[in-house]
T-cell receptor, first 111, second 112 residues
Framework: SQTIHQWPATLVQPVGSPLSLECTVE??????LYWYRQAAGRGLQLLFY??????ISSEVPQNLSASRPQDRQFILSSKKLLLSDSGFYLC??????????FGSGTQLSVL | SQQGEEDPQALSIQEGENATMNCSYK?????LQWYRQNSGRGLVHLIL?????REKHSGRLRVTLDTSKKSSSLLITASRAADTASYFC????????????FGPGTRLSVLP
């Protein structure tokens, strides 16, 4: 069966520090991969999606970047975090199935 | 602008009562999906309704879709305390890449 792993679960980082969040999917191949951000008590904002290795599309201009070095690995990065980067980050995948499968999320606090 | 908008933003009911949440959207869609999120966790898919369907059931869940009004509703019957969570609708349009747009969600509290 397919599973999605996202880590770390929580992260506290100072302003100006770098960021790397990792997401991996098991049990499938060539998934569509997504990074979402969720502000407290709000809906999901799509940050990046990828339909294949090295193929990244960005939905909003921001301080973040994404990479897909392997088929089932999706990485969210920043060179210098801002206070506004705080939030709950969710990775998700989809293949033939029409629904999204989400990871357990990373709560990022930038102080 | 945001595609899906749920209402109410928050809903508090007693165990055993029914809970109804609504979702409105603005453009044509291929399907609409409802997800549930427990606090601090990822979202879990509940049910999908296609644009040519009007009603769908899954256990205690009933979803309706009115494409003429661009709205959907999620009904949870005989609610339980374990149903306490946030519920999101997502509208889906099939084109390359991005095709899921989520609303801000409804926070449901079921009191024992």
């Amino acid at each position: 069966s397919q599973t999605i792993h996202q880590w770390p679960a929580t992260l506290v980082q100072p302003v100006g520090s770098p960021l790397s969040l990792e997401c991996t999917v098991e049990g499938t191949s060539n998934p569509n991969l997504y990074w979402y951000r969720q502000a407290a008590g709000r809906g999901l904002q799509l940050l990046f999606y990828s339909v294949g290795i090295g193929q990244i599309s960005s939905e909003v201009p921001q301080n973040l970047s994404a990479s897909r070095p392997q088929d089932r690995q999706f990485i969210l990065s920043s060179k210098k975090l801002l206070l506004s980067d705080s939030g709950f980050y969710l990775c998700a995948w989809r293949r033939y199935n029409e629904k999204l499968f989400f990871g357990s999320g990373t709560q990022l606090s930038v102080l | 602008s945001q595609q899906g908008e749920e209402d109410p933003q928050a809903l508090s009911i007693q165990e055993g009562e029914n809970a109804t949440m609504n979702c409105s959207y603005k453009t044509s869609i291929n399907n609409l999906q409802w997800y549930r999120q427990n606090s601090g966790r990822g979202l879990v898919h509940l049910i999908l309704i296609r644009s040519n369907e009007r009603e769908k059931h899954s256990g205690r869940l009933r979803v309706t879709l009115d494409t003429s009004k661009k709205s959907s509703s999620l009904l949870i019957t005989a609610s339980r305390a374990a149903d306490t969570a946030s519920y999101f609708c997502a509208t889906v349009r099939f084109f390359y890449g991005q095709n899921f747009v989520f609303g801000p969600g409804t926070r449901l509290s079921v009191l024992p």
